[in-house]
């Protein structure tokens, strides 16, 4: 399998971290730490899978943005009361959390949590798109480092 995503090159890098953005649980690190191994280039390389996990992250973004109210209502049971405070609380100090969207296990969670509560498209861009792309950017330089 790792041969075949790696003769796919960039495409492969851009797909897999999209996947990886999503509920699908796939890891998409290993596979730029190859290619750049392998003498990719690594301001392309970065770009693609930061920007295919951004791509990924706003997938779930919409989930939570479109599905919000099947998810607070049905699946949750959170009363009108009990959202407001979690919205007046997210407003506050939550949004900055998207920083850390980069992040195993609680990434996916804070991305629908942002489309749930209805966070702009431009800060939710802006921050998760930060994050991801410093995320790919010290995993190559790491491993440039390591190369040189």
């Known amino acids: 399998m790792e041969e075949l995503l790696v003769s796919h090159g960039y495409p492969a890098l851009f797909l897999l971290s999209f996947l990886a953005?999503?509920?699908?649980?796939l890891g998409s690190e290993w596979l730029l730490v190859?290619?750049?191994l392998r003498g990719f280039d690594p301001a392309l390389s970065v770009s693609l899978a930061a920007l295919g996990n951004t791509l990924g992250a706003m997938t779930t973004y919409?989930?939570?943005l479109?599905?919000?109210p099947f998810l607070i209502g049905r699946l949750l049971r959170i009363d009108q009361a009990t959202r407001r405070r979690a919205e007046g609380f997210y407003a506050r100090y939550g949004r900055w959390s998207l920083l850390l969207?980069?992040?195993?296990?609680v990434g996916d969670p804070l991305c629908l949590v942002g489309g749930v509560l209805r966070v702009g498209l431009v800060p939710f861009v802006l921050l998760v798109?930060?994050?991801k792309l410093l995320r790919?950017?010290?995993v190559a330089l790491l491993v440039l480092a390591g190369g040189a």
Do not use: D, E, Q
């Open 136 to 138: 790919y950017l010290a």
């Open 34 to 36: 190859v290619l750049l």
């Open 62 to 64: 919409a989930v939570g």
């Open 66 to 68: 479109w599905g919000g």
């Open 101 to 105: 969207s980069w992040l195993p296990v």
């Open 129 to 131: 798109g930060s994050g």
């Open 21 to 25: 953005a999503t509920v699908v649980p």
